[in-house]
């Protein structure tokens, strides 16, 4: 599956119809299944839990649910959204990443 077959199929489930209701959703969601990412990790870390990937695999994939859901607001698609996120990474750190270069990067 591409990313912009998956980005289609997700919308399937989205009940929002506007863009700006699909960039507040988009945005808010993103905050609450990341919240829910941390929270497993978090209970791995101080808690005692068993770190459960399958469960933060699960959680991951409602980010991208979210992220799909932002760029159908913004009307991008999400491979254009990607292409576009690793030029900047290659034009930031052309051969690849370096910690000097993140330090003293220019913006």
């Not at 299944?33 to 959680?59: N, P, R, S, T, V």
């Not at 799909?68 to 491979?79: F, N, P, V």
Request: charged content about 30%; overall charge negative.
């Amino acid at each position: 599956m591409t990313l912009n077959e998956y980005q289609a199929l997700a919308q399937r489930t989205s009940n929002t119809c506007t863009p700006s209701d699909k960039i507040e959703n988009g945005l808010l969601g993103l905050f609450g299944e990341g919240g829910e990412c941390a929270d497993i990790y978090k209970k791995y870390m101080f808690q005692e839990h068993e770190l459960d990937l399958k469960d933060l695999a699960k959680e991951l994939g409602d980010v991208l649910w979210y992220v799909a859901e932002l760029a159908t607001g913004l009307g991008m698609r999400l491979e254009y959204i990607a292409s576009m996120n690793i030029e900047k990474l290659k034009n930031r750190y052309p051969e690849g990443f370096d910690p000097e270069k993140s330090i003293h990067r220019k913006d």
